[in-house]
């Protein structure tokens, strides 16, 4: 009796491929294609590309493939990279998406973007008739792509080429756009970790590639060889997407990447390996339907399914072809080791699921949070002080329960700035495209606060240059080139959206305010010098501009002409210090006490 196939991970793109014939519909359109091809006189041509699309009435399918001829001569050549920056070079930037502000750079199969590059007239015509050139949506749908060895790779590249053009949903209430599905067949890994890392950082990217891959077949560990023999980790092959392992006594379906590199370095070293065909590959795949798949449950307590877990992944390594009944003292102690880091492996898998599952409730905190934030606020008005001198004189209990909020909220905005940077560009766009309203509100509601604590400390100055966190002028940068996106928006409907929201428009005002508060201080002091008189005065106008635009846009909130509140301070100040001739709309606005009609007129906007 064969032996069942263990499926750590990965399970609901096994089940559909294994029950949808997927896999044999992508064999058959390989061996086709490869039938096709064996009579043409270019197929015996060094590093030929053939590739053939099939449009049926349920599916449409993409085959790639290269000669025996290519696959042996990869193999002598082995298989070496090619950096982001060397395409660059060679004017050949196609897959340049994949860089982002953290992830800077990359490397891909040499070969795979030789063969790429050779066929990219080609393959561009192809790529327009089953993609928009404008939305990038598919045309037809569902889409298989697919390829067997050295032509599995290159159509992992081509993917990687669909995806990018695919754009996101903006709104939430779309429906997501349909994907394509990658399945390659004895193919090596396609790129280092700077490729991994672009893929992993694209929430579904990943999971549009499977790739199947026999014990017996050398072709797809030439990947490991090669990391055998580089000086430099950042020059190692790396896995991304979900594994079928197989050997004739089952398979076990892996989409932890660092489990896959290991497990295919112990197939490497025991089973005895050469470069196999689409035929070896057809085998395992009609026999892949007659296995039943094996679900675990990982929310169950640990101590428990820990004899369980080391059952199923000795189970494993025996269904993807490791000899575990072996005499050999080297090879027993090579499998303990094996199974000691699996074990270890599925804990830490573990332990993230349960993490992931605790995140889904961060959304609902937020919400809750905010909220708490705008009762501070109202009752913070009602002591006729504002929310902000509040918050950094800390009169009461509650504005140290603030700390924790503001804690609570800019560790979570924080991470996810970080997480949008690390995105390739479209994938971090439609990230922060779908997050900029609730940004903008954390911004506005919670930088004031850091604000505070940075003015509390008596000689802090110039909070913008020195002491503004990163994450909230990326907010702002991204708020702003969104604002310039949407120039068909009337100016009247941005006041009310503003004012409505009782948020001052511009977090950092109230660290404009503390500075001038200081250029008062030293335009008054006996022993600031000439220049920096000079300099202190030269800042008070431009905030006294400054702060006459913002009232005449109505980008502030009522609250900063409370009788305690520092603006108002800083007034009484700047009015005490200024001759009794000077004269400018703020003045005239004030004098007048014109500021007791702002709140009724703004009100009109709501």
């Given at each position: ?9 990965g399970?609901?793109l096994a ?7 997927l ?9 086709d ?13 060094s590093l030929?590309l ?8 349920k599916?449409?399918h993409i ?9 042996k001569?990869?193999l002598?050549q082995?298989g070496d990279l ?7 070079e060679l004017?050949f ?6 860089c982002?502000?953290?992830?800077r750079?990359f ?17 561009s015509q192809?790529k327009t008739q089953i ?10 749908t569902p889409?298989i ?11 992992s590249l ?6 990018d053009?695919i754009?996101?949903p903006?709104q939430?209430n779309?429906?997501?756009?349909k994907l ?12 280092n ?9 694209c929430s ?7 790739h199947v891959?026999?014990n017996?077949d050398?072709f797809?560990k ?7 023999t580089?000086q ?5 092959y ?12 089952g ?6 990447l660092?489990v896959?590199?290991r497990?295919?370095e ?7 390996c050469?470069s196999?065909?689409?035929?070896y ?5 009609n026999d ?9 449950n990982?929310q169950?307590?640990l101590s428990f399914?820990?004899?369980l ?6 189970l ?13 003292q080297?090879?027993k102690?090579d499998?303990?080791?094996l199974?000691?880091m699996l074990?270890e492996r599925?804990?830490v898998?573990m332990?993230e699921?349960?993490?992931?599952r605790?995140s889904?409730?961060n959304?609902n ?5 905010m909220?708490?934030?705008?009762w501070y ?5 009602k002591?006729?002080?504002?929310y902000?001198d509040?918050?950094k004189n800390?009169l ?13 909220l ?16 479209k994938?971090?766009?439609f990230?922060?495209?779908?997050w900029l309203?609730a940004?903008?509100n954390?911004?506005?509601m919670?930088?004031p ?14 909070y913008?240059?020195?002491g503004?966190?990163r994450?909230?002028i990326?907010l702002e ?5 969104d604002d310039?996106k949407?120039?068909t ?8 959206e ?9 977090s ?7 500075d001038?508060l200081i250029s008062?201080?030293l ?16 800042n008070?106008?431009?905030f006294?501009q400054y702060?006459?635009e913002?009232?005449?846009n109505?980008?502030?909130s009522?609250e900063?002409f409370?009788k305690?509140?520092?603006f108002v ?5 700047f009015?005490g210090?200024?001759?009794t001739?000077h ?5 005239d606005?004030m004098k ?11 009100a009109s906007?709501?």
């Open positions: 009796m064969s032996q069942l196939p263990i499926f750590i991970s399970l609901d089940n559909l491929v294994v029950n949808s014939d896999l044999q519909i992508s064999c058959g359109a390989i061996k294609l490869q039938t096709e091809s064996s009579s043409d006189q270019q197929d015996s041509c030929s053939r590739y053939k699309l099939h449009k049926k009435s599916y449409t085959a790639f493939t290269t000669s025996t001829l290519s696959r001569e990869l002598q082995g090619v950096s982001s920056t060397t395409l660059k004017e930037p196609i897959f340049d998406f994949l982002s502000e953290t992830n750079s490397s891909i199969h040499r070969a795979a973007s030789t063969l790429f590059k050779a066929h990219f007239k080609e393959l192809l993609q928009d050139s404008k939305t990038g949506e598919l045309l037809s889409l792509v697919t390829g067997h060895s050295i032509g599995g790779s290159v159509a081509f993917t990687l080429w669909l995806l053009n754009k996101q903006l939430k779309q429906p997501p756009p394509p599905l990658c399945v390659t067949f004895g193919s090596p890994f396609i790129g970790q700077g490729l991994q890392q672009a893929i992993l950082e579904n990217w990943n999971s549009c590639f499977l891959v026999g017996k050398l797809p030439t990947s490991i060889a090669h990391n055998d580089t430099s980790v950042s020059e190692d790396k896995a991304f997407g979900t594994f079928i392992l197989c050997s004739e006594k398979c076990a379906c892996v989409d932890d660092v896959v590199s497990l295919l112990s197939t490497r070293r025991q089973a005895s050469e196999q065909e689409i035929d590959y057809a085998e395992i795949v892949l339907r007659s296995k039943v798949i094996i679900r675990g990982s169950l307590d399914v820990q004899p877990i080391k059952a199923g992944i000795i494993q390594l025996e269904a993807i072809g490791v000899e575990m009944t072996t005499q050999q080297q090879k102690e499998n303990n080791n199974i000691s074990e599925e804990k898998l332990a699921r349960a993490k992931t605790d889904k409730n959304l905190q937020i919400k809750i949070k909220a708490q934030l705008e606020k109202k009752f913070c008005k002591k006729e002080i504002g902000y509040c918050y800390q009461w209990r509650s504005d140290r329960d603030v700390t924790r909020l503001k804690k609570f800019t560790n979570y905005w924080k991470n996810l700035v970080e997480s949008a940077q690390r995105k390739p560009q994938e971090g766009a990230i922060r495209a779908a309203y940004g903008r954390y911004r506005r919670v930088e606060l850091d604000i505070a604590e940075y003015y509390r400390d008596n000689g802090n100055r110039d913008q240059t020195h503004r966190s994450h909230y990326l940068q991204w708020q702003e080139e310039a949407k120039l928006s009337s100016p009247n409907n941005k006041k009310k503003d004012v409505a929201g009782i948020l001052t428009e511009d950092c005002f109230w660290a404009k305010v503390e001038a008062c201080k335009l008054k002091a006996e022993t600031s010098c000439p220049v920096e008189k000079q300099s202190a005065k030269e008070l106008d431009m006294e702060a006459m913002q009232i005449n109505y980008a502030v009522p900063i409370l305690q509140s520092s301070k800083w007034w009484k100040l009015q210090i200024m001759e001739s004269d400018s709309p703020l003045s606005f007048n006490e014109r500021y007791l009609q702002y709140e009724k007129r703004s906007f709501r």
